[in-house]
């Protein structure tokens, strides 16, 4: 099922991110990232994921945040979030 990015939640745009990224990712950058596709996210919402998602779907890491189970996060194309992508 896919539907427009704009109208997913924070957490799950950034894990869509997350999983384009060969690496972990710089949180300043995801956020910036985050907010190219939802422009009126606020900053309390921006704070939260990092203790929404530690442990469980994002190792943090000096060099940025790193999804654990890439294979099991949406994926973010032209505009749209697939929230059940075949696993790779």
């Given at each position: 099922m896919a539907i427009e990015a704009?109208?997913?939640t924070a957490?799950?745009?950034a894990l869509?991110?997350?999983r384009g990224e060969n690496?972990?990712?710089d949180p300043s950058t995801?956020?910036?990232r985050i907010r190219a596709v939802l422009p009126g996210i606020s900053a309390p919402t921006m704070w939260k994921l990092r203790s929404?998602?530690?442990g469980r779907k994002i190792?943090?890491?000096p060099s940025g945040w790193l999804l654990i189970e890439p294979a099991q996060a949406p994926v973010l194309s032209d505009g749209f979030l697939d929230l059940?992508?075949?696993s790779s």
């Open positions: 704009g109208h997913a957490t799950t745009v869509a991110i997350l690496g972990p990712m995801l956020r910036d929404k998602l530690e190792q943090v890491m059940d992508p075949p």
